[in-house]
């Protein structure tokens, strides 16, 4: 079995910062690329930034220039650095990662349940 829980989420008021992580565990053989996703009540998911194994990245224009993702290989974890936060940035944010499990060979999608960030004052 395999797993992904996230953590770090919680209330930071507009200009704060906030550090998510998420991480994989269980019959693990690899990861290819790591994700983190957000929702917003009334919004669909939407793909906030993305890393492959070797580091290369891609995010949303949305969070350009304040948020960092990366991931430490070896702790099969993946981080989300938040910075400059808006209200707009207010969602549950999900981290998804493609995974082989060592007791199959094909690469498959799996999903954390999520973690609550809210941006006010």
């Known amino acids: 079995q395999v797993q992904l829980v996230e953590s770090g989420g919680g209330l930071v008021q507009p200009g704060g910062s906030l550090r998510l992580s998420c991480a994989a565990s269980g019959t693990i053989f690899s990861i290819n690329a790591m994700a983190w996703y957000r929702q917003a009540p009334g919004n669909q998911r939407e793909l906030v930034a993305k890393v492959t194994p070797g580091g290369s990245t891609n995010y949303a224009d949305s969070v350009k220039g304040r948020f960092t993702i990366s991931r430490d290989n070896a702790k099969k974890t993946v981080y989300l650095q938040m910075n400059s936060l808006k209200p707009e940035d207010t969602a549950v944010y999900t981290c998804?990662?493609?995974?082989?499990?060592?007791?199959?060979?094909?690469?498959?999608?799996?999903w954390g349940k999520g973690t609550q960030v809210t941006v006010s004052s």
């Open positions: 998804s990662a493609s995974i082989r499990d060592s007791r199959t060979v094909y690469y498959m999608d799996y």
